[in-house]
């Protein structure tokens, strides 16, 4: 049984994968309060579902490309054989998540997506730092900021674990809306950072507060 907060269709936003069509599973529930979250509604908001319903609903869009997403989707338990039911079922599963939480029961095959949190989310203490290593050649790294010590703060991290050489993509995001995406750009470009600047292709194409996309 899952706490799920929706299931649409979308255009993915971020990661490498931004632009193809995905069916997004969000689950219900972060014990994190970034100062920049663009999800609280999934505090709290959700109905208990089914692992076998929430297939079929995915089913339904015909998409294979699927991402479990929150809230923080690790939170809960049956998310772990949601996402082995759904690579038995021959989808593409990407997860995000926040990294706080460890990632060793999380399934072979699943692209996993941790998002780094820098000191401008206010949660960057929580980070468990025993995630990176976990990660392999397709997952990707993401840290979202919202100045330049937050910049600062992510060059440091990808130098210190050698995060380029060993995930798909690390991603840099400026919070939406703050951080001036040009601004993020100059800044990698001054230090030929071998990082993809991404920015969230959905609040461009829906704009920033519309749900279900």
Known sequence: MLTVNEI???IQGESSYAGLPCVFVRLTACD???SWC???YAFDEGRKRELDDVLDEVASFGCRLVEVTGGEPLLQSDVYPLMQRLLD???EVLLETGGHVPLERVPAGVVRIV???CPGSGEAEKMDWGNLPRLGVRD??????????DYDY??????RHGLSSRVANVLFSPVHGVMPAADLAAWVLADRLPVRVQLQVHKY???PSTRGV
């Open 154 to 159: 992510a060059k440091a991290v990808v130098a």
């Open 89 to 91: 079922a021959g989808y």
């Open 205 to 207: 194409i829906w704009g």
């Open 32 to 34: 994190l309060r970034c």
């Open 38 to 40: 663009d999800t609280a």
């Open 115 to 117: 998002d780094v949190k």
């Open 8 to 10: 649409f269709q979308s």
């Open 140 to 149: 990707e790294v993401k840290f979202v900021i919202a100045d330049r010590a």
